[in-house]
């Protein structure tokens, strides 16, 4: 069993910054990518940024260079360092992991309970 637990959320003003964290435990042989999604009110899901066992990141074009990925792999936590935050970026943010259980198995994908941010004045 892996679970995956989200923090860092909260209320924050137009032009402010949030650290979101996310923590994997459990049953892990190893982890490939490891990411964030978010889903808005009234909106489908999202993908915000991604990061590879190897560092590569990816973001989507509404946050690029405003949020930065980054991920510490002896403790299996991603993070996600959010800047010049816009009213439009309010949503509840899920953390994603593609998690490896045994050395013979495939990745499988593992999501957090989501954690909201809200950029309000």
């Known amino acids: 069993q892996v679970q995956l637990v989200e923090s860092g959320g909260g209320l924050v003003q137009p032009g402010g910054s949030l650290r979101l964290s996310c923590a994997a435990s459990?049953?892990?042989?190893?982890?490939?990518?490891m990411g964030w999604y978010r889903q808005a009110p009234g909106k489908e899901r999202e993908l915000v940024a991604g990061?590879?066992?190897?560092?590569?990141?990816n973001y989507a074009d509404s946050v690029k260079g405003r949020f930065t990925i980054s991920r510490d792999n002896a403790k299996n936590t991603v993070y996600l360092e959010m800047n010049s935050l816009k009213p439009e970026d309010t949503a509840v943010y899920y953390c994603?992991?593609?998690?490896?259980?045994?050395?013979?198995?495939?990745?499988?994908?593992?999501w957090g309970k989501g954690t909201l941010v809200t950029v309000s004045s």
């Open positions: 459990g049953s892990i042989f190893s982890i490939n990518t």
């Open positions: 990061i590879s066992s190897g560092g590569s990141t």
């Open positions: 994603y992991a593609d998690v490896v259980v045994r050395s013979w198995a495939r990745g499988m994908d593992y």
